[in-house]
């Protein structure tokens, strides 16, 4: 058995998909790893760091891809590097397949097995794997560390002998992995720390981590949650009331974060041009939604938009800030997905197809789209 690491492609993803950890775990489960070389050193990992864990360093992707049976990846696989990889290759990666359904068809075509980790069922068994909840909560940290770069005063209240700074008061919009930790880390460096979530389950969450909840908490509220725990789509009427509060409390904060995101739909929107005009000089927004049209109206994706006096972050890849970190748990994710596609006896891959895990991730298979959300997409088209 052969896993391949290829760098990623993409210019703006710093992250690898093994780390030399991840390399010893897989050796002992019977695989040869190959990792191109240089593949990991945006994430700090040198290549002398994954031989010294038994893997051998490739010249280029096509060596590292060459008769591979797994290919571990952070991003899909574009074009070229489906062209390296052998028919019925597993390929395990974070896949998007929302709106780039032509993508998801290419790699059907090409023949390789498209695992996609971000559609792993939030069960107990799969939690050391769900790689949305890592990513989201070095994203949630990394994203207050940003603020509090642009933001050009303290973040906690300083008393001194020359008089008292009052404490930045942050408030965060959507309280699922990445706002809980943006909550936590903004307390941690002193902030007052508000928050609001669609989710009532959130009011419980935000209250224990020492933040105080904002919402419009009526009986469409009480019904807001999928049974997969997700925020469901709220009604207009829900959306005015929320927005007539948040407009009037986002006019008192110095930092606002915002990481609404609906699977599968374009990240709602959640501040207007108004409201911030309506924020303070030196104000911060940072909007972790931007990749999916953002959830603040001026934000730029990959910049830091100015409106009047108050700054919008709107950072690609906000994992990708803090790489290292990132790929470390991300690594995880995949080495614990891997590991049950492996006969741990027989040392070699044994994929159960019927096994929940495998149902739910499963993009391609044998030349068809076979994911039920993309199947029939593909089905229409064709007719």
């Known amino acids: 058995m052969k896993i391949g690491v290829p ?20 050796i002992a489960l019977g695989f040869e790893v190959s990792v191109e070389k240089g593949a990991g050193e945006l994430s700090r990992i ?20 060459a008769d591979a049976d797994v290919v571990l990846k952070v991003r899909r696989p574009n074009a070229e590097e489906l062209g390296l990889m052998k028919k019925g290759a597993l390929v395990v990666a974070t896949m998007d397949p929302y709106g780039h359904e032509s993508d998801v068809r290419a790699m ?28 989201a909560n070095l994203a ?26 009052p404490a930045a008061r942050v408030f965060i919009m959507g309280a699922g992995v990445a706002g809980l930790q943006a909550i936590a880390t903004a307390r941690r460096l002193g902030a007052v720390v508000t928050a609001t979530d669609v989710r009532p389950a959130a009011k419980e969450q935000v209250e224990s981590l020492g933040a105080k909840f904002i919402a419009v908490e009526d009986e469409e509220f009480k019904q807001a949650e ?20 948040v407009a009037s409390h986002i006019a008192k904060q110095d930092v606002v974060i915002t990481t609404a995101l609906i699977p599968g739909r374009p990240a709602p929107r959640l501040i207007t041009k108004e409201m911030v ?14 990749e999916r049209g953002g959830n603040v109206e001026g934000a730029k994706p990959g910049k830091v938009a100015k409106a009047g006096d108050v700054k919008i972050v709107g950072y690609l890849n906000m994992p990708g ?19 049950t596609l492996v006969d741990k006896e027989k040392k070699e891959l044994s994929v159960d197809w019927s096994d ?11 030349g068809s789209v076979v994911h039920p959300a993309f199947a029939e997409t593909e089905q229409l088209g064709g007719a």
């Open 7 to 26: 760098r990623e492609s993409e210019a703006n993803e710093p992250r690898v998909a093994a780390s030399p950890e991840t390399v010893k775990k897989f």
């Open 46 to 65: 040198l290549d002398k760091d994954y031989e010294e864990a038994g893997a051998k360093i490739a010249p280029t992707a096509k060596d590292a891809l």
């Open 108 to 135: 059907a075509d090409a023949g390789v097995v498209a695992l996609a980790m971000e559609f792993m069922p939030r069960i107990t068994r799969a939690q050391v794997m769900d790689v949305l909840s890592s990513q």
């Open 140 to 165: 949630g940290y990394q994203a207050v560390i940003e603020a509090a770069e642009e933001y050009d005063r303290a973040f906690p209240m300083m008393m001194t002998a020359a008089g008292t700074v």
């Open 226 to 245: 999928t049974a997969g725990g997700y925020a469901k789509e709220m009604s207009e009427e829900y959306q005015k009331k929320q927005r007539e509060l």
């Open 277 to 290: 005009a309506s924020m303070k000089p030196g104000a911060v927004v940072v909007d972790l939604a931007v």
């Open 321 to 339: 800030r803090i790489a290292a970190s990132s790929s470390a748990l991300y690594s995880k994710n995949l080495y614990a997905f891997v590991e």
């Open 356 to 366: 929940e895990l495998v149902k739910a991730t499963a993009l391609t298979r044998d």
